[in-house]
């Protein structure tokens, strides 16, 4: 069986991570498995294919973020919210997607693929999967509609686009494109989680379709529980405090709300001593100086085994983002025998038991977040429990042969 992964990058943003991971979890069950991206920035690998690079790329990107920057009137606050897939490189050309058996997409935006590459790449008898990250599959625009609910009927007027705002707008026509495109080609859906299948279920777009759920896949034993790097190698306090992590691509996104677990973190009133630990690209540093207890930002942290011993240090995993699909940052830090504690309401439900596993703070409200760190201090769940916890539901090996399932039987058809 061959399979071709399609995604955006090999290890830049979290939908990257985890199609690399998949692509691992596939070839170590034995699946000749291989990926195409536009931009491959981790270490040189034959499985893996980078075909950006030259003007045709940029102007794919370009052209497309202009058209949006038009459209919204040119805000720069929501360019990066919205994608149309409009325009992307010939990836149908590839020697590696016709040699496969089965396509599996990814996240494709920001100039990698178009949507009429879809079609080209199912004219050409490939079947197709596409994993679904976020929400974008099922809008006009947005990669997570929030309060919105016209994708559930059809997308105009969108909020993203800004003032005036009317119901033939951007999100309009490529609402009306993938309509188009869903229509005519076969397409085999997979959400990663049971929140953003039931949001697939209320769109206008995927709501009469089947959409597999699986969740993404984690190479979870090579996060230890016990570390054996010291605090001090790690550039953590080593002054016995514990440690709450939160760690993100981008931890100013406004995605991640950062102010909210910033509040959070400035109402914990528990008897330990705490400290804050943020892993990630952050543009307004700024925002920290308002953190009232000691932390440390460690930037950007590429090396996978250095931050699972980061994880093993810490004993809280936070997650104050407004919508997750299924964050990779509270399994991760699970594995590692930390505790999570996050807003619910989407697939942080699917990853915390809460008072069990985790804690599952009600929506935005900083104040029951302090208390689930509170409370996730002051318990006695051991790490190893923890390691188990998430190895059960997002190993590796166990994801893989979930899709090699489901690949069998687009193929058995």
Request: proline share 4%; hydrophobic share 40%; glycine share 8%.
């Given at each position: 069986m061959k399979i071709t992964l399609v995604n955006h990058s090999d290890i830049v943003g979290g939908a990257s991570m985890v199609s690399l991971r998949?692509?691992?979890?596939?070839r170590a069950q034995g699946i000749d498995a291989r990926m195409i991206v536009k931009q491959a920035k981790g270490a040189p690998r034959g499985a893996i294919s980078a075909i950006g690079g030259g003007l045709a790329t940029k102007a794919a990107f370009i052209g497309e973020r202009l058209r949006i920057f038009a459209a919204n009137g040119l805000n720069r606050s929501t360019l990066f919210k919205v994608s149309t897939a409009d325009r992307g490189l010939p990836v149908h050309r590839h020697p590696w997607i016709a040699d496969a058996d089965i396509v599996?997409?990814?996240?494709?935006?920001?100039?990698?693929?178009?949507?009429?590459?879809?079609?080209?790449?199912?004219?050409?008898?490939?079947?197709?999967?596409?994993?679904?990250?976020?929400?974008?599959?099922?809008?006009?625009?947005?990669?997570?509609?929030?309060?919105?609910?016209?994708?559930?009927?059809?997308?105009?007027?969108?909020?993203?686009?800004?003032?005036?705002?009317?119901?033939?707008?951007?999100?309009?026509?490529?609402?009306?494109?993938?309509?188009?495109?869903?229509?005519?080609?076969?397409?085999?859906?997979?959400?990663?989680?049971?929140?953003?299948?039931?949001?697939?279920?209320?769109?206008a777009l995927l709501g009469n379709r089947h959409v597999e759920v699986i969740n993404n896949a984690f190479p979870l034993d090579r996060y230890p529980t016990v570390p054996s790097m010291s605090r001090r190698e790690l550039g953590l306090p080593d002054d016995g405090s514990r440690l709450a992590i939160m760690c993100a691509a981008r931890l100013d996104d406004s995605i991640k709300n950062l102010p909210a677990a910033i509040e959070a973190l400035n109402l914990y009133d528990g008897p330990q001593p705490l400290t804050a630990v943020f892993c990630g690209?952050?543009?307004?540093?700024?925002?920290?100086?308002?953190?009232?207890?000691?932390?440390?930002?460690?930037?950007?942290?590429?090396?996978?085994?250095?931050?699972?011993?980061?994880?093993?240090?810490?004993?809280?995993?936070?997650?104050?983002?407004?919508?997750?699909?299924?964050?990779?940052?509270?399994?991760?830090?699970?594995?590692?025998?930390?505790?999570?504690?996050?807003?619910?309401?989407?697939?942080?439900?699917?990853?915390?038991?809460?008072?069990?596993?985790?804690?599952?703070?009600?929506?935005?409200?900083?104040?029951?977040?302090a208390a689930g760190i509170k409370w996730a201090i002051s318990s006695d769940i051991s790490r190893e429990s923890q390691h188990k916890a998430a190895s059960k539901r997002f190993d590796s090996a166990f994801i893989a042969r979930r899709y090699i399932d489901l690949f069998n039987k687009i193929l058995d058809k």
């Amino acid at each position: 069986m061959k399979i071709t992964l399609v995604n955006h990058s090999d290890i830049v943003g979290g939908a990257s991570m985890v199609s690399l991971r998949l692509l691992d979890a596939l070839r170590a069950q034995g699946i000749d498995a291989r990926m195409i991206v536009k931009q491959a920035k981790g270490a040189p690998r034959g499985a893996i294919s980078a075909i950006g690079g030259g003007l045709a790329t940029k102007a794919a990107f370009i052209g497309e973020r202009l058209r949006i920057f038009a459209a919204n009137g040119l805000n720069r606050s929501t360019l990066f919210k919205v994608s149309t897939a409009d325009r992307g490189l010939p990836v149908h050309r590839h020697p590696w997607i016709a040699d496969a058996d089965i396509v599996a997409l990814n996240w494709f935006n920001q100039g990698m693929m178009s949507l009429d590459e879809i079609k080209r790449i199912a004219d050409m008898g490939k079947p197709i999967v596409w994993t679904l990250h976020d929400m974008w599959a099922m809008t006009g625009i947005c990669h997570h509609a929030g309060d919105c609910n016209r994708f559930m009927t059809h997308c105009g007027r969108c909020p993203f686009l800004g003032r005036p705002r009317h119901n033939h707008d951007l999100s309009t026509k490529i609402f009306d494109r993938k309509k188009k495109l869903y229509d005519t080609v076969d397409i085999n859906f997979v959400a990663v989680s049971r929140w953003l299948a039931g949001r697939a279920a209320q769109s206008a777009l995927l709501g009469n379709r089947h959409v597999e759920v699986i969740n993404n896949a984690f190479p979870l034993d090579r996060y230890p529980t016990v570390p054996s790097m010291s605090r001090r190698e790690l550039g953590l306090p080593d002054d016995g405090s514990r440690l709450a992590i939160m760690c993100a691509a981008r931890l100013d996104d406004s995605i991640k709300n950062l102010p909210a677990a910033i509040e959070a973190l400035n109402l914990y009133d528990g008897p330990q001593p705490l400290t804050a630990v943020f892993c990630g690209d952050i543009r307004h540093p700024g925002l920290l100086e308002s953190l009232k207890t000691p932390y440390v930002a460690l930037g950007n942290i590429t090396d996978a085994d250095r931050l699972a011993q980061i994880y093993a240090h810490c004993d809280v995993v936070l997650s104050s983002s407004s919508f997750e699909s299924l964050p990779s940052t509270l399994i991760e830090g699970m594995a590692a025998g930390a505790v999570p504690v996050g807003f619910g309401g989407d697939g942080r439900d699917e990853i915390i038991d809460h008072l069990s596993t985790g804690y599952l703070a009600r929506k935005d409200d900083p104040a029951d977040m302090a208390a689930g760190i509170k409370w996730a201090i002051s318990s006695d769940i051991s790490r190893e429990s923890q390691h188990k916890a998430a190895s059960k539901r997002f190993d590796s090996a166990f994801i893989a042969r979930r899709y090699i399932d489901l690949f069998n039987k687009i193929l058995d058809k």
